[in-house]
């Protein structure tokens, strides 16, 4: 019911600035959190950073003080921006969506992934 489009990822020397979108189309009324995970190669799927509906932020100890999320709830798209990056930050990553029904456990939207490739 959730759809989620990721987009600007690329290639980016040490140091430099990143900016990635999602985009959240349909069922969005049921979304309760939103944020961005990163997966690298043969490593497990992190959490980096989330933003919850009222406006609440969390982040990954390693990316404290280096990337920001941010929401335009007009267009239903959340954004991470990633400053003075590292090649340790290299990675897919994916836009999710947090469902949190009354009653069960949590439901998850994820979206295709971006690649972000930071070279030193």
């Known amino acids: 019911q959730v759809q989620l489009v990721e987009s600007g990822g690329g290639l980016v020397q040490a140091g430099g600035s990143l900016r990635v979108s999602c985009a959240a189309s349909g069922s969005i009324f049921r979304i309760n959190a939103m944020g961005w995970y990163r997966q690298a190669p043969g490593k497990q799927r992190e959490m980096v950073a989330t933003?919850?509906?009222?406006?609440?932020?969390n982040y990954a100890d390693s990316v404290m003080g280096r990337f920001t999320i941010s929401r335009d709830n007009a267009k239903n798209t959340i954004y991470l921006q990633m400053n003075s990056l590292k090649p340790e930050d290299t990675a897919s990553y994916y836009c999710n969506a947090r469902e949190l029904p009354r009653f069960g456990v949590p439901r998850d939207y994820w979206g295709q992934g971006t690649q972000v490739t930071v070279s030193s």
């Open positions: 933003i919850n509906n009222g406006g609440g932020e």
